[in-house]
């Protein structure tokens, strides 16, 4: 079974009729702006790649981490981890996971056979916790913002140690947190830990395909025995050696998404009516409205798509993401949601 994601332009503006050209797609949580690509020698282009030993460098320093394995993003590692944790501990049945939040990950362990505990926005209490346990979170997390502190985090590292169990943290959305909240420092002395680090999302490339796994070296191995050659292209690899070594254009793109993350939570708060909203949760990349009870959320990502926009319906369809928008971009966006409101009444 595929998932619905954002960033299928294509299909929805068939769906609706509308040229693609003239949409407003705010349906992912990729930056809109994106690091300027550098010239690429053609060498990068013409030989099978190799590991490029100037981007682990550059990589390593940027995540603050001792050691990693470059793949060609997160969503690789998340469908073979269930098979190689499994082959690891034939105990381990049971997968902690958020109720909200990127489906890849649920899907992944399913398939694998584990029994999914779904916890809300609180992780699982640490005494309810049975042995051998995979505990995902999602930090911060897609949609809901909700971010965990390292602190937090710790404990449940030290519980999983002792109880044989995997902890599986995919801070995709990580860059843009401030004070930063990453567990890549702290992997080395917990073998069963992993971190999941996406390119595409901050650095606003996410065609060119690369990520980052940080975790215990016996870990890295059979990831990347189980991925085979040539994963990363070389071409990415060029692009993302250059962009983690340029720290002015990432201070840059701080300031930047932080200003856009306000302007567009602005434009909400501005144009949907105060009485529809719940309450309004991200992070620096994506913003997400959830609303009252009553109120047909699905109806208002419709009508929002008759105008030409696109955003994210989360899949209990409670609640709309917004990806940032360019600063020229958000005067379409506010006319569209000016017209919610007369065609869709709270029950
Ligand atoms: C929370 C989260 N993790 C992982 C991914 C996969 O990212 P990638 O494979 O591009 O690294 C996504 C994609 O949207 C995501 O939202």
Redo the contacts with the bound molecule.
Sequence with gaps: MALI??GQLQQVAKQYNIDQKSWLDLS??IAPFSYPIPKIPEKYYQSLPQVNDNLAEAAKHYYNAESLLV??????I?KLLPALWREKNKQSTTVYLPEQ??K??ELAWKTAGFSLCKYQDNLPKLTEIKDNPVLVV?NP??PTGQLHQRSELIKYQEKLKNSGGLLVL?E??MDVVEPSQSMTGFVNQYKNTLV??????FFGL?GI???FLIGDNAWLTKLNEQLGPWQVNGPAQFISQKAFIDIGWQKQQQQRLSLSALQLRTVLIKNIPDNLINKISGTDLFQTVYFKEGVDVESYSITLCKQGVYVRLTDDKQALRFGLAKTEQLEKLAKALANLSSITSIN
Excluded: M, V
């Excluded at 793949?71 to 690789?76: D, E, L, V």
């Excluded at 999941?196 to 999302?201: A, D, N, T, V």
């Design positions: 994601h954002g992912t949580g793949t060609n993003g997160s969503q690789a998340i939040g990127y890849e990950h999602i997390n897609n995919d995709a959305f999941l680090r996406s390119f595409g999302k996410a395909r690369i990520g």
